[in-house]
């Protein structure tokens, strides 16, 4: 069971370039998520999508557009990286309305800005 | 909005013992889930246990049992006979029970269990 599968695993950008993080789950779930993850903190909402063909800004959106390609796939980009996106960045997926079950993450992608 | 607490964010433990890691939190909805996430060294996110507010009875699953005491908002994990491999850090974390799951999670308990 692959679950939730996030691309890459690592990146290492320079000031201002600009990327595309993937994201993919394959348990049919109609709500998909981005956080992130910083030294000693918890994570933090940073888009969702609560059902396909639409996304809503979380906790810590500036900086950040996401784009719900479809029901598998919700990808997180950022325009113009800046050193205070260094982060871990997960990827969760789960079923709206099913509060009493767990989300899935991904396994996490570390993010490097210099 | 809503938020969660962790005020240890260190702890040391004996092999086979029991832990107790605090949990805090605030909102002003009746109706929300509480859940405990394990971060390993390898960083994955692993689901342990969920307590929703209207549940009656505490939840339990395995060696995991969440206290939930909803008149002082705390809803504590508790370990039974610790192992080596509880080793990691211990998230606390809440969403409303309405739409999306949107997690809020504390800050987190570094656990080290000792042989």
């Known amino acids: 069971n692959a679950g939730v599968t996030q691309t890459p695993k690592f990146q290492v950008l320079k000031t201002g370039q600009s990327m595309t993080l993937q994201c993919a789950q394959d348990?049919?779930?109609?709500?998909m998520y981005w956080y992130r993850q910083d030294p000693g903190m918890g994570l933090r909402l940073i888009y969702y999508?609560?059902?396909?063909?639409?996304?809503d800004k979380g906790e810590v959106p500036n900086g950040y557009n996401v784009s719900r390609l479809n029901k598998r796939e919700f990808s997180l980009r950022l325009e113009s990286a800046a050193p205070s996106q260094t982060s871990v960045y997960f990827c969760?997926?789960?079923?709206?309305?099913?509060?009493?079950?767990?989300?899935?993450f991904g396994q996490g992608t570390r993010l490097t800005v210099v | 909005a809503q938020k969660i607490t962790q005020t240890q964010p260190g702890m040391f433990v004996q092999e086979k013992e029991a832990v107790t890691l605090d949990c805090t939190y605030d909102?002003?909805?009746?109706?929300?889930?509480l859940f405990w996430y394990k971060q390993p060294s390898s960083g994955e996110m692993i689901f342990l246990i969920y307590?929703?507010?209207?549940?009656?009875q505490n939840a339990t699953e395995g060696r995991y049992s969440l206290n939930f005491q909803k008149a002082r908002k705390s809803a504590n994990l508790v370990i039974s006979a610790s192992q080596l491999g509880d080793s990691a850090m211990y998230f606390c974390?809440?969403?409303?029970?309405?739409?999306?799951?949107?997690?809020?999670f504390g800050q987190g308990t570094r656990l080290t269990i000792n042989p």
């Open positions: 974390a809440m969403t409303l029970i309405q739409g999306a799951q949107k997690l809020v």
């Open positions: 999508s609560a059902s396909e063909g639409t996304t």
């Open positions: 307590q929703g507010s209207y549940d009656q």
């Open positions: 909102t002003s909805d009746p109706s929300y889930g």
């Open positions: 348990m049919n779930h109609n709500s």
């Open positions: 969760a997926s789960s079923d709206m309305g099913q509060v009493n079950t767990e989300a899935f």
